[in-house]
């Protein structure tokens, strides 16, 4: 299955934007772009999904780039309670979560 | 429920016996994973449930791991003869179809081998 790669951590602070990237340069077409976090001693967190075009959603952005080989999750104003590890993780046959990144943010 | 619940919580269990691991997912959901995460890591495919198909057990680390789901709905992940090595967090995440629907997860099972 397609593999996804993504910084290992970044940190953003409170109150501003955060733009997560995610590189997912095998995608195939029938893939989705699917999104969780994970807050500490928590399960994983839906925050987004998309296939194709931009979406949005009470939580978060997600911009596709127009070859799907990359995907920017938008955070539009970091709070602390974003702070977790944000999973980038491509669906086909396959629902395989890699290391994500750990999104610190700063008061 | 309102979401997936799993039981028990946390488990503390001997080197040596037997553990049952259960997930509740949520009422129509077809599709069914398990994924355990070790201290500090990221999550380990396990097996995938999907309607009447034969699940995915590409996942499951050995042969001392089995799971079964029954009538399509609360799944049971059993571990035999457990070792300090399968101690870690077992989660369970359920959703309506494939691909286009997000999953939810339970707050899963800890579990300890002493």
């Known amino acids: 299955d397609a593999k996804t790669t993504q910084p290992n951590s970044m940190e953003s602070n409170e109150e501003e934007p955060v733009h997560l990237p995610c590189n997912h340069s095998t995608i195939s077409g029938t893939d989705y772009i699917h999104w969780y976090r994970q807050l500490p001693s928590q399960g994983p967190e839906y925050v987004i999904h998309g296939l194709t075009s931009n979406v949005n959603n009470r939580m978060a952005s997600l911009a596709i780039a127009e070859d799907r080989k990359s995907s920017t999750l938008i955070l539009h104003r970091a709070t602390l309670r974003d702070a977790a590890v944000y999973y980038c993780i491509l669906y086909g046959n396959q629902f395989y979560f890699g290391t994500g990144t750990s999104l610190t943010v700063i008061p | 429920g309102a979401g997936v619940s799993q039981s028990p919580s946390n488990k503390v269990t001997e080197k040596g016996k037997d553990v049952e691991l259960r997930c509740d997912p949520i009422?129509?959901?077809?599709?069914l994973y398990w994924y355990r995460q070790s201290l500090g890591q990221g999550l380990e495919f396990l097996i995938y449930?999907?309607?009447?198909?034969?699940?995915?057990k590409s996942g499951l680390p050995s042969d001392r791991f089995s799971a079964e789901r029954t009538g399509g709905s609360v799944s049971t992940l059993t571990i035999q003869r457990t070792q300090q090595e399968d101690s870690a967090v077992y989660l369970c995440?359920?959703?309506?179809?494939?691909?286009?629907?997000?999953?939810?997860f339970g707050s899963g099972t800890r579990l300890t081998v002493v």
């Open positions: 009422s129509g959901h077809t599709a």
């Open positions: 449930f999907q309607g009447n198909s034969a699940p995915d």
């Open positions: 995440a359920s959703s309506p179809r494939a691909r286009w629907y997000g999953y939810t």
